[in-house]
């Protein structure tokens, strides 16, 4: 059992975690991720850690509340157990020091750009972060990304905050600007297809790091298969993280809906059952 | 491994032995039909996940004990792995010693209710039973096997074996599956502090994971598993060796030997368009889905799974067995085997076949699958087949599957489970590059020591062997234990 140690909401429905596990805390890398399970009826997910303590002994977990076992986590306090935990798992993000690098997140996939983007920044690149999200209370992380980033594009659908557009609209203008050396892209699949086809128009090397259905995760199930330039990868092994110009996203897109009207169907019941 | 015939002619001159022989005729004996255990009905049982044989009363246990000869040598025990000292044990159920049996199977065995179970006897020590030569049956030694055990664990009086003195030397086991839990056994026997690290939220491995529950009932795993605790082997789950903690900061903590036994890794694919669809499962998923994760109660357990209609599972193994009868439990109106050879050419044991068709079972033997084709949304809804024809015998001495051309043929399907191997876990090698591996990225084994190219790491189980059986894993771990104790006694 790992203890949640503190937790702060980050906004309607994304919470920040901070749970105690000394040794994931001290052998985790940028780029990586644990599977948590809540309860004995639980299942298996992956979430990337969005930060480490090795000092305190601590990781920070970022979810955000879209089905059973999501919901679950969100919902849980300081002091609250999680069953199980384990990691470090995925291969850390090669950090190189490649001149001027641009991480772009999407909505709480700039959770786990954070750790990315901050060790870009301490190899020694210029970094440029575009955040992105519906509105702006959905932008998370912003004040902890400034400490670093040399800049900040803010982009929200429905205008709220920063820029109104798309996260491909603030990455465009930044390199129409200047010379961008590196791509890294997180968040929807979706949104990573499109940051994908406008990198590639400007020929920009593009890493995205992906969030596919998983089971054990520790590369035994191939749940989390995905097609990576006309070949089968496993995103928990090969990946998370992947050139994103050869990631076949349609398909990806359709495997994340498998268990959708089934999942869809067990939220509403849970969420009937706690009124 | 060698059979000490000395240590078992000290047993067999026993004078309750000699008793207990002269007792019975040898033909009287012989001419008693061997018994077969009891099954629950196709038709009830493959609508349940509730084990199938019934096993043995005490009656029929004793019955077919007398069968068993007693003979001089007994060939039986060189077809066991682990050489069990077979009649040593089944004399004890023939005169009712239904516990000292037990103690008898775990002196060399520290699973019997799982081999009672799983194990291939057809082909190990029931294949070598003198009564073969006869024309007979041979004795049913699995069956005896599973009734001690069980009878053991059903009165609560569960033993554990005599233990050497605390030596206090740590030792870790890397997997909780077969081999690790043998190794394991085998040390604390020994007197050694053993830690064993899983990294999965059960103990068991495919146990646990692959084994469906209606073969081997996850109770026993964990009474298993129960006995290793007591005695006094550490359990530590959520834990991956060269990745939580690395090898090296083990060893700073005293581990002064090592047993990788991580076991199959990642589910081979054919390499066929449209095998990335979804509800094209590998039989690790759908396996560990339905017995780890329990998906079949969704959404009391909150792990899904697609409880198909028209459910094709891909290869002729055991896996395949397991989950097409799986499927079939989760109400599949189809539950196909699509197979490229013929039914003699299966790998799977010859009671799993028979127990699968007699759960209705469709068996599409010389089919081999050539595509998949999803509908709008990316779900598999048929199959392109190709009828095969047999050549000459192939390198696995078995008749080589030739395509019939002009043979294709579409199948209806709405779920296809492909059973056809794995590869050995990726993520061990990968922590630690110095190990010799094969092309297969098995780890490479000192057969006769199950030493790796590292002198303190041994392994065994399906890293080493790419996929085998859970007795051949365990056989593994008997050898690895012995050399695992020389080596760190030489290196004091």
Not at chain 1, 206 to 224: E, F, H, K, Q, R
Not at chain 2, 48 to 76: I, W
Not at chain 2, 216 to 232: D, F, H, Y
Request: proline share 5%; aromatic share 6%; hydrophobic share 40%.
């Amino acid at each position: 059992m790992y203890k949640i140690l503190e937790k702060e909401v980050l906004s309607e429905n994304v919470v920040k975690l901070i749970l105690d596990n000394p040794v994931i805390a001290k052998s985790r890398k940028a780029g990586q991720f644990v599977i948590v399970k809540i309860g004995e009826k639980g299942e298996r997910i992956p979430l990337t850690i969005a930060d480490a303590d090795p000092k305190n002994g601590t990781i920070t977990l970022i979810v955000q509340k879209v089905g059973v076992s999501s919901h679950k986590l969100c919902t849980m306090n300081p002091g609250d157990l999680v069953t199980d935990l384990v990691g470090p798992l995925g291969k850390a993000t090669e950090i190189e020091k490649v001149g001027t690098v641009i991480a772009a997140g999407g909505g709480v996939g700039i959770a786990p750009l954070y750790p990315i983007a901050k060790a870009f920044k301490e190899a020694g690149n210029r970094l440029i972060v575009v955040l992105a999200a519906r509105n702006k209370d959905l932008i998370i992380l912003e004040k902890e990304m400034r400490v670093f980033a040399d800049e900040i594009v803010v982009m929200t659908d429905d205008g709220s905050y920063g820029k109104k557009g798309l996260v491909t609209a603030g990455m465009e203008e930044v390199i129409n600007r200047e010379k961008v050396d590196l791509a890294v892209t997180i968040g929807p699949a979706i949104m990573m297809k499109f940051v994908a086809l406008l990198t590639q128009k400007y020929n920009i090397h593009t890493i995205a790091s992906l969030n596919t259905i998983m089971v054990d995760g520790t590369g035994m199930c191939g749940a989390c298969r995905i097609s990576v330039g006309g070949q089968t990868k496993f995103v928990c092994v090969d990946g998370p993280e992947f050139d994103a110009h050869k990631v076949d996203f349609d398909e990806m897109l359709k495997r994340l809906n498998a268990y959708k009207q089934d999942e869809e169907a067990a939220y509403k019941q849970y969420l009937e059952s706690l009124n | 491994m060698p059979v000490d015939y000395n240590e078992l002619k000290k047993d067999r001159d026993a004078e309750w032995r000699e008793e207990l022989r002269k007792k019975v005729s040898a033909k009287d004996r012989s001419s008693q039909e061997r018994i077969k255990m009891p099954e629950r009905p196709p038709q009830v049982r493959n609508k349940d996940f509730f084990e199938v044989p019934e096993g043995f009363s005490e009656e029929q246990a004793v019955v077919e004990a007398s069968r068993c000869l007693d003979c001089p040598t007994p060939t039986c025990i060189s077809g066991c792995p682990v050489n069990i000292n077979i009649p040593g044990f089944i004399k004890e159920i023939e005169r009712r010693e239904f516990l000292q049996a037990a103690k008898v199977l775990k002196r060399t065995n520290a699973l019997p209710a799982v081999c009672g179970r799983v194990c291939p006897q057809e082909s190990q020590c029931e294949s070598k039973c003198i009564y073969n030569r006869m024309k007979k049956r041979p004795v049913a030694i699995g069956a005896l096997e599973r009734f001690s055990a069980d009878y053991e664990r059903k009165t609560g009086n569960i033993s554990i074996p005599e233990l050497a003195k605390n030596n206090n030397i740590k030792v870790a086991i890397v997997g909780s599956g077969p081999a690790g839990l043998t190794v394991a056994g085998e040390m604390a026997k020994l007197g050694y502090d053993v830690t064993v690290f899983e990294a999965l939220h059960e103990f068991g491995g495919v146990l646990v994971y692959g084994i469906p529950e209606f073969r081997l009932p996850k109770e026993i795993v964990r009474t298993e598993i129960n006995s290793l605790e007591r005695m006094g082997v550490k359990m530590v789950k959520n834990f991956i060796v060269g990745r939580t903690s690395t090898f090296e900061e083990l060893k700073n903590q005293g581990y002064r030997a090592f047993f990788i036994a991580s076991g199959a890794g990642l589910p081979t694919f054919m390499k066929i368009p449209g095998e990335n669809l979804i509800n094209i499962y590998s039989s690790n998923e759908y396996l560990t889905r339905v017995n780890l994760m329990k998906a079949f109660r969704f959404p009391e357990y909150d792990t899904p799974i697609v409880k198909g209609k028209n459910v094709a599972v891909i290869g002729g193994g055991n896996t395949a067995m397991d989950s097409v009868r799986t499927a079939k439990r989760l109400g599949a109106e189809r539950a196909m085997i699509v197979y490229r050879r013929s039914e003699s050419e299966m790998p799977a044991r010859i009671e799993e076949i028979h127990h699968a068709k007699e759960e209705g079972i469709e068996f599409l033997n010389l089919n081999n699958p050539l595509e998949y084709i999803g509908d709008a949304n990316g779900r598999v809804k048929q199959m392109k087949v190709q009828k095969m024809g047999l050549g000459e015998p192939d390198e696995s001495g078995r008749r080589r599957p030739q395509p019939i051309p002009g043979s294709e043929y579409l199948i209806d399907v709405d779920t296809v489970v492909v059973g056809i191997g794995t590869s050995p876990n990726p993520l061990i090698p990968a922590a630690l590059p110095q190990l010799e591996v094969t092309k297969w990225k098995t780890v490479v084994v000192n057969e006769k020591t199950m030493q790796t190219s590292i002198p303190e790491m041994f392994a065994g189980g399906d890293i080493v062997r790419g996929g085998a059986t859970v007795i051949l894993a365990m056989g593994d771990g008997k050898i690895a234990a012995e050399n695992m104790h020389l080596f760190i006694q030489e290196n004091k």
